[in-house]
């Protein structure tokens, strides 16, 4: 029998959907799922189906205030000795621990591909922050991305565009649309970005739209921008993320 890849991917929380596309992943290679954090800080629940991949928890709880750098860094570092990958996923490099993976993959000899949804749109964009992503990015062997967009982003900070791939923004079919059915709309309030929420939701689940297995979900980006105009419009001045809780100062986006 010949010997799967080794690969471990890296979360700061493996959720539901991180669990699908793991699951899926392990198919065909041999997967590893680190997550910083046991316990997660979003309403999604707890994934239902048995996990495929090994699952490896670091924490019991991680927050951006504990443990701290040097704890993060051991216990990442002993969890790839353990896991022995042939090639690490990051999740971006300001989500929670990126650059602590990194650093630890960097000094073992380790591949890196970095999982990125960022665009140019999503924020003004500064000369000297851009410098510090494209050394970070400069690290990473390849990119797997969501859309065009996010294409263009890595490509414009130095990643070639042969080692840039599409397919991170996908969904499991079978386990989302029964979830989706359960989704009270009407107690919602409908205000303007509300109903353009809902519109999403129907785009995303639509039986039209949805092929038999997994597939790039339009609808799910356009809904994460939504909620981002939304937020965006509450809160001036203050940064915007989805959910992304930074290791350090969260300047980069």
Not at 56 to 74: D, I, R, W, Y
């Given at each position: 029998?010949?010997?799967?890849?080794?690969?471990?991917?890296?979360?700061h929380?493996?959720?539901?959907?991180?669990?699908?596309?793991?699951?899926?992943?392990?198919?065909?290679?041999?997967?590893?799922?680190?997550?910083?954090?046991?316990?997660?800080?979003?309403?999604?629940?707890?994934?239902e189906?048995?996990?495929?991949?090994?699952?490896?928890?670091?924490?019991?709880?991680?927050?951006?205030?504990?443990?701290?750098?040097?704890?993060?860094?051991?216990?990442?570092c002993?969890?790839?000795?353990?896991?022995?990958?042939?090639?690490?996923?990051?999740n971006?490099?300001?989500?929670?621990?990126?650059?602590?993976?990194?650093?630890?993959?960097?000094?073992?000899?380790?591949?890196?591909?970095?999982?990125?949804e960022?665009?140019?749109?999503?924020?003004?964009?500064?000369?000297?922050?851009?410098?510090?992503?494209?050394?970070?990015?400069?690290?990473?062997?390849?990119?797997?991305?969501?859309?065009?967009?996010?294409?263009e982003?890595?490509?414009?900070?130095?990643?070639?565009?042969?080692?840039?791939?599409?397919?991170?923004?996908?969904?499991?079919?079978?386990?989302?649309?029964?979830?989706?059915?359960?989704?009270?709309?009407?107690?919602l309030?409908?205000?303007?970005?509300?109903?353009?929420?809902?519109?999403?939701l129907?785009?995303?689940?639509?039986?039209?739209?949805?092929?038999?297995?997994?597939?790039?979900s339009?609808?799910?980006?356009?809904?994460?921008?939504?909620?981002?105009?939304?937020?965006?419009?509450?809160?001036?001045g203050?940064e915007?993320?989805?959910?992304?809780?930074?290791?350090g100062?969260?300047?980069?986006?």
């Open positions: 029998m010949v010997d799967k890849p080794r690969i471990a991917v890296v979360f929380h493996i959720g539901p959907y991180h669990h699908a596309r793991l699951n899926a992943a392990a198919d065909r290679l041999s997967v590893t799922g680190i997550e910083w954090s046991a316990k997660g800080y979003d309403a999604w629940g707890a994934a189906s048995p996990a495929r991949y090994h699952k490896v928890s670091l924490f019991p709880e991680a927050t951006a205030h504990c443990p701290g750098n040097a704890e993060l860094k051991q216990a990442f002993s969890a790839l000795e353990q896991a022995r990958p042939d090639v690490v996923a990051v971006g490099w300001n989500n929670f621990g990126s650059l602590i993976a990194a650093n630890c993959c960097v000094r073992r000899g380790i591949p890196m591909v970095v999982m990125s960022s665009s140019r749109q999503d924020e003004p964009r500064t000369w000297w922050k851009e410098a510090i992503k494209r050394r970070i990015v400069g690290l990473y062997s390849a990119a797997l991305v969501g859309g065009q967009r996010h294409v982003y890595l490509a414009e900070l130095g990643m070639p565009r042969e080692r840039i791939f599409t397919g991170y923004d996908v969904v499991d079919n079978r386990l989302f649309p029964p979830a989706s059915a359960r989704i009270e709309i009407r107690t309030q409908r205000s303007e970005v509300e109903t353009e929420i809902c519109a999403c129907r785009i995303t689940f639509s039986p039209q739209r949805v092929s038999s297995r997994r597939r790039i339009q609808g799910s980006s356009e809904l994460t921008r939504n909620i981002r105009r939304s937020r965006k419009s509450e809160v001036r203050q915007v993320g989805n959910n992304k809780r930074a290791v100062p969260r300047c980069l986006g």
